[in-house]
């Protein structure tokens, strides 16, 4: 069974940098059918993503963060990461990370962790 | 405000049937799959269907999906209390973006 688990700081100063890591069960992160991705979710936004790291570890990022965002893989941890710099308030949400399941035309999320709260404040 | 519309709520009885649509535009829905989520309080959302009408193991077959052009409608028959939560669509867009998108969501009551 696959299962995905989020660690946070759950407060971070604005313009400072927050930094998420996924703890991955029961596959590789390394396995080529996958991808691995953050999505956020605020009041205000709904669901978000943020962006997804492949089995390269080639990345891809919401033209919204793009300048912001950083993910990476650690293979022997069987992890993966971001770190959003720069932070506001706006930054605020509940982060969730995902694998993505890549049919070839078709990509989707499956499982989900259970989430963990960034709030950006002073 | 999202690129894929949803409506913001639906309701109905318990064993009544609801549908929750999703409407988008070529560079998305058009060319692209529909998957759908539920998330219920206090769980991590949980994927219902993949490829517009596929299921995955153990979801039940209370939930159907489909898509045609640039829409997408997710229905659920013989509603129960514990399906009370949120529902998003989702899908890539391919433009230069080529990242994913989700709907606003929609909150389901079972009244």
């Known amino acids: 069974q696959v299962q995905l688990q989020e660690l946070g700081p759950g407060l971070v100063k604005p313009s400072e940098t927050l930094s998420l890591t996924c703890t991955v069960s029961?596959?590789?992160?390394?396995?080529?059918?996958?991808?691995w991705s953050w999505i956020r979710q605020s009041p205000t936004k709904g669901l978000e993503w943020v962006g997804y790291?492949?089995?390269?570890?080639?990345?891809k990022y919401n033209p919204s963060l793009e300048s912001r965002a950083t993910m990476s893989v650690d293979t022997s941890k069987n992890q993966f990461s971001l770190k959003l710099h720069s932070v506001t308030p706006a930054d605020t949400a509940v982060y969730y990370c995902?694998?993505?399941?890549?049919?070839?035309?078709?990509?989707?999320?499956?499982?989900w962790g259970q989430g963990t709260l960034v709030t950006v404040s002073s | 405000q999202s690129i894929l519309t949803q409506p913001p709520s639906v309701s109905a009885a318990p064993g009544q049937k609801v549908t929750i649509s999703c409407s988008g535009g070529?560079?998305?829905?058009?060319?692209?799959?529909v998957s759908w989520y539920q998330h219920l309080p206090g769980t991590a959302p949980k994927l219902l269907i993949y490829?517009?009408?596929k299921r995955p193991s153990g979801v039940p077959d209370r939930f159907s999906g489909s898509k045609s052009g640039t829409s997408a409608t997710l229905g659920i028959t013989g509603l129960q209390a514990g399906d009370e939560g949120d529902y998003y669509c989702?899908?890539?867009?391919?433009?230069?973006?080529?990242?994913?998108?989700f709907g606003g969501g929609t909150k389901l009551t079972v009244l």
């Open positions: 989702g899908t890539w867009d391919t433009g230069l973006n080529g990242g994913a998108l």
């Open positions: 070529s560079s998305n829905l058009g060319n692209n799959y």
């Open positions: 029961g596959v590789s992160v390394r396995s080529s059918y996958y991808y």
């Open positions: 995902a694998r993505v399941v890549n049919s070839g035309w078709h990509r989707w999320f499956d499982p």
């Open positions: 790291i492949d089995d390269s570890e080639a990345t």
């Open positions: 490829e517009n009408n």
